[in-house]
Each structure stands twice: as structure tokens, then as C-alpha cells.
């Protein structure tokens, strides 16, 4: 059931949530005001959770999540490259792998 | 901040999900197999939900939500008008009706 | 199938939702720094989302979903009564008046 | 930052949503209605997402979460139980032991 674009796309989906999620309430403690990180973990994060629970499911909608979940992961990647904080580098992080797992998934699919 | 077309998709979209929502659970107490009725009905009222969210968010990726969920409504909504009973007509209708809005929506913003 | 408190449930659910999500993007432009607000504001508005969704299903759990919305709403009051920006004081009055809400139909269907 | 019940409790959450989303999936394809188990895997799915979801944030509201979560597994896993299905006893055993985890976790945090 699981292919191998599935199994890798799950696998960064997962690990991106986390990471927007975590992202989100460390910049919430930084002094200078991370207003667009903020925003963009907090979408980045929503799309990843729906992706998640549509992934489990045989939906003729799933690609067309998962190409806006990967946009939502570049926009996120950029925003947070732009900052030197642990947190956001490696959501930056989390968030690329995510998107190149979601185009992927995609190209397989088509 | 609500333009016309922002307005009536909002308004599209709740009673969308409602609708779906409310087919979901007629459709469990019929006599026979509603299997794709129901499957189609919970991904729109799913995809309302998510649209109805970043409706109130200044956010990028919402004509690309409105634009999944213009699919949802049209599957839902062909999926509905196969069957009789009143809730799926009605849930037909809201979905067709939520399509049409998507689709505008998606029209005046590019 | 909707009585009275649950009429006026919805409808401050909804507001509270959308205030909570206005607050949120507001929150991120504000000079300083409002991180609580931004946490509560994203808490209140998720529970307020998911809120909705159940209320349109026959779910057993929605007295308990709502008793656990109440007390997002309480707290995100609590902070945003804390502040003096028109959006957050909007905010507090419709977290109020969706905790009063949720509270009067947890009161009636124990 | 991850102790060990949260630790078991993402795990059995994570495997719980998966379950109940095949089951539901499942269920919709067997020859006789299976409407309070289709039902209940979509709460519970549902629920499921959310907990993960706010497992990663900073959430006081994540303990009231955690124990509706322990009731819609309860609730799953009674109505699964009744059935032979391969996937309705697979799910059953998920949601128990994310029901478990749940209420281990709302105990340790009280």
C-alpha cells in the first residue's frame, strides 16, 4: 500500500509539523519580533497535519494537497533561512527535505 | 478586507461543510452501501474546514486551498446527485454551489 | 435537530474563531512583542475549528469538546483583556461571549 | 523536553490516526453496513490529529485534549471490537493501547 515516495513523503511530513510547530513557539521567545517565521510554522505546520491524515486515507485529493503542502514547506524554508537561530535553521531544514519529498511524490504521480 | 467574491465563498463554504457534514450521517443510517457518498463527503467537509481557517489568515497559499477545494465540492457534488434521498440533493446543491464560489474566488484572484 | 444553546454556540464559536485568527495576524504587526496572545489566539481558534466541525456530526464527544473550548476561550480572554489594541480587546469580548456559550450548553446537556 | 509517557503517548496517537483512517476506508468497502464503526474511526482520527498537533506546542490546554482523546479511543475501540474484520481488530488494539497511553499520560500530568 505504503511506495516508496509515500513511505519518504510520511517520514518529512512528520518531521516538518514538528519542526514548524517547535519553530513557532521558540520564535515566540526571541527578542526581536519573528513576525512572518511565526505565520509561515503556523501554516507550514496546518498543511503537514492535513497531508498526515489525508495520507491515511484513499483520496483522489491527495496530490493536490501535497503540491500545496510543498509550497507552504519552500515559503516556510525560505523565511526561516533567513534567520540564524537553531530553531529556525532546522526547520529550514525539515521544511526543505519535506518540499523535495512532496515534488517527488507528485512527479511520481502524475 | 472581505471583497464580494471573499464574501460569498465564506458563506459558500460553511454551508458546505454543514451540509456534507449532515450527509455523512444520513448516509451511514441507509439501507444500502453509501461507501463513496460517505468517503466524499467527510474530504469536503474536511477541505471546508481548512479553507474556512485560512480564510481569516492573510494567507498566500489560500487560492491554492480554494482551488482543492473546488475539486472536493465537484466530486462530492457528482457523487450526491447519483443518489435520491434529500440530504444527498441538498448536500449536492451546497457543493455545487460552494464549487461555483471557489471557482470565482479562484477567477478574481490571479 | 439545533436547539437554543446550541444555536448560539455556533455562531459565537464562529465569531470567536475569526476574532481569534484577526488577532493572531494582528498580534504579529503589533511593535512589541505578543507571544502569549499569538499562542492562545492559534490554541483558541483550533479549538474553536475542530468545535464546529463536531457540531455538525452526531458525536458523543461534543459536550466534552466544548467543555475543553471553553476553557481555551477563558484563557485566551484572560490574556487578550490584557491588551490595548482595539483587535485584542475585540478578541477578549468574543472569547467571552463564546466561553459563556459553551458553558451554557455543557450546563444544559449533563 | 519529551518525557516517557509523551514519548509512548505520540506513538500510539500516530498509529492509532493510521488505524482508524484504514479501518474507516475499510469498512466502507464490506458488504454490510458498518455505520457506528465508520463513525467512530473518523472521530477518532480526528481527535488524533489533534492531540499530535498540539503534542508539539507549548499547550496548557494539551492534558484536556489528551483525555477526550482517551474516550473517542475508548469509544473506537469498544465498537471495533464487535467485528471480525482483520481491520477492525487492528484497530481495536491501536486505539486500546492509545487509550492507555492517554490516560497513562493525563495521570502523570495531574
Redesign the interface.
Known amino acids: 500500500m505504503m511506495d516508496a515516495t509515500l513511505e519518504t513523503l510520511v517520514e518529512k511530513v512528520?518531521a516538518c509539523?514538528?519542526a514548524c510547530?517547535?519553530c513557532?513557539?521558540a520564535c515566540?521567545?526571541?527578542?526581536h519580533?519573528m513576525?512572518?517565521c511565526?505565520?509561515s510554522d503556523?501554516?507550514c505546520?496546518?498543511?503537514c497535519?492535513?497531508v498526515?491524515?489525508?495520507s491515511?486515507?484513499?483520496?483522489?485529493?491527495f496530490p493536490?494537497?501535497v503540491?500545496?503542502c510543498a509550497?507552504?514547506c519552500g515559503?516556510c524554508a525560505d523565511e526561516c533561512e533567513k534567520h540564524d537561530h537553531d530553531h529556525c535553521q532546522e526547520c529550514a531544514k525539515a521544511c526543505r527535505a519535506c518540499e523535495e519529498a512532496c515534488n517527488a511524490y507528485v512527479a511520481a504521480h502524475n
Open positions: 512528520r509539523q514538528k510547530n517547535m513557532f513557539d515566540l521567545k526571541e527578542d519580533m513576525a512572518e511565526i505565520r503556523r501554516e505546520a496546518d498543511m497535519g492535513i498526515l491524515d489525508f491515511q486515507r484513499e483520496s483522489k485529493l493536490d494537497l503540491a500545496v509550497r507552504a515559503m
